[in-house]
């Protein structure tokens, strides 16, 4: 993850298709999140078809069981490439279904994540009003738990929307991104 976060995407494909090769056959789920973590830095180079075919055989290849934590990254992953690729209903479904994962083993942080995402999906298909009502969820929750990282992100969600809107609120748009 750190190539990632300093930009290095090259050496993160690489390092995360060397991490599936040296997995035991037995650990199939470090094999699978290496492969999902792996096609996310491939997305991130622009290559969104190609890592978005590579998930997409992942998730319905039957002979794969991930566990929950892993397919509620895959959906995630789906959701947010099929976003950039303006597939908006695509987008939607797999950010309820990650939502639904996150639900399931009880991980609220997660839950609400992909909820401000999913508003993302909205604000980008020009729903304004459901962008808002998921986004202000993450930047409450952001708030309550002192999450600055998480916060941030919540008032980019908000303040691009704001700033999105036909009859736009260029006061609350300033406000969060200036915050």
Known sequence: HAYMAVGKIPNAIEHYAAA???CPETDQEGKALAFIYQQKSIYATGKNAEAFAALKAL???????LSQRSLGLLY??????SRSQADFHSAEKYFQQSIAVAKEVGDTAMVLERTGELGRVYRSSGVYQKALELQKQLYSFALSRGDKATLAAACGYLGFTYYSKSSCD???AVMYLAS
Do not use: C, E, G
């Open 20 to 22: 599936q090769t040296i």
């Open 170 to 172: 260029y006061d609350k």
């Open 76 to 81: 995630q992953t789906l959701a947010n490439i």
């Open 59 to 65: 998730l319905d290849d039957p002979s794969r069981s």
